[in-house]
């Protein structure tokens, strides 16, 4: 009897602590108050602040805007001009190494100059770098024009006459001038750095064949080297003046890539 009454006792106890169990809530943690749970865990560095500002700068007092006059004998100094940047372009023919040349710094001479002038010593004809000689200053477009014109040149001269190019020889190239060196009239394309004056080729036989020596023979092997390098130019260039365009030019070949036409693309080959 006894037993029961204990078995009854606790059955009612553990009803009373199911009971109290199921009115409580399980305390949850506390909510982090927001501003806490938005700051990161790392510190990062504060942004700068934007260039333009909010407030505008303050302005100087309006009243007496020329401040007090000087002591007699005192100037303030003005405010040096801020120097423009110049910025140069490489050339893509320098870079794939169909060039060996060496960016010089802008040229500006009176009306004259270039922004990115090359210092040109070679061009790759047939697998080798060629000589370039003579000093050329020249810009990228007749720097990438020059590597197949003398592959050309040089590919003659193995089929025909059995030898390669030893150097290309330039007279001028960069000069601040009128065309036809007038005292008048409009700049040359050399004014720009965009013409070149080929004098000759050095060949790896020992000849030296030059415009002005090899041109008059038109069935000598050098008055055909001439003739053909000056009718394969016309390929490269949209100027091409050999000796029988005019006296100026009979000892070289000028080339350059000057505007003729409406649309730039007619050529110039005499
Ligand atoms: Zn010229």
């Known amino acids: 009897m006894r037993f029961i009454f204990a078995c009854l006792l606790a059955s009612m106890s553990f009803a009373a602590l199911a009971q109290q169990a199921g009115d409580t809530t399980v305390p949850l943690p506390k909510p982090r108050p927001a501003e806490l749970s938005a700051e990161p865990a790392v510190k990062l560095p504060r942004h700068r602040p934007a260039a333009t500002p ?3 700068a303050p302005k100087p007092p309006a009243a007496d805007p020329i401040g007090p006059p000087l002591p007699p004998g005192e100037h303030v100094a003005e405010p ?4 423009a940047r110049i910025y140069q372009t490489a050339c893509p023919a320098v870079l794939l190494g169909k060039v060996e040349a060496k960016a010089l ?4 001479e009176k009306q004259c100059g270039t922004q990115s002038p090359l210092s040109v010593t070679g061009v790759l004809a047939n697998g080798r770098m060629v000589p370039v000689a003579g ?28 030898t390669r190019i030893a150097e290309v020889v330039v007279g001028t190239s960069y000069m601040c001038r009128n065309v036809n060196n007038g005292s008048t009239g ?7 750095a965009d013409a070149l ?40 260039f ?3 003046l050999g000796p029988e365009a005019n006296a100026e030019h009979h000892d070289h070949l000028h080339v350059d890539l000057g505007c003729h036409g409406k649309t730039c693309t007619a050529r110039l080959c005499e």
Request: contains cysteine; negative net charge.
């Open 80 to 83: 040096a001009e801020p120097t």
């Open 54 to 56: 909010d407030k505008p």
């Open 238 to 240: 949209t100027t091409v």
């Open 135 to 162: 000093g050329v200053e020249t810009d990228c477009g007749i720097a990438s024009a020059l590597p197949d014109w003398i592959e050309s040149i040089d590919s003659y001269l193995m089929a025909r006459d059995n």
């Open 105 to 108: 710094p802008p040229i500006e």
């Open 197 to 236: 004056d080929v004098v000759g080729f050095k060949l790896e036989d020992g000849r030296f064949v030059t415009v002005d020596g090899g041109w008059r023979d038109a069935l000598s092997p050098e008055g055909r080297l001439l003739r053909f390098a000056h009718d394969s130019a016309c390929a490269h």
């Open 186 to 192: 409009n700049l040359s394309f050399h004014a720009f």
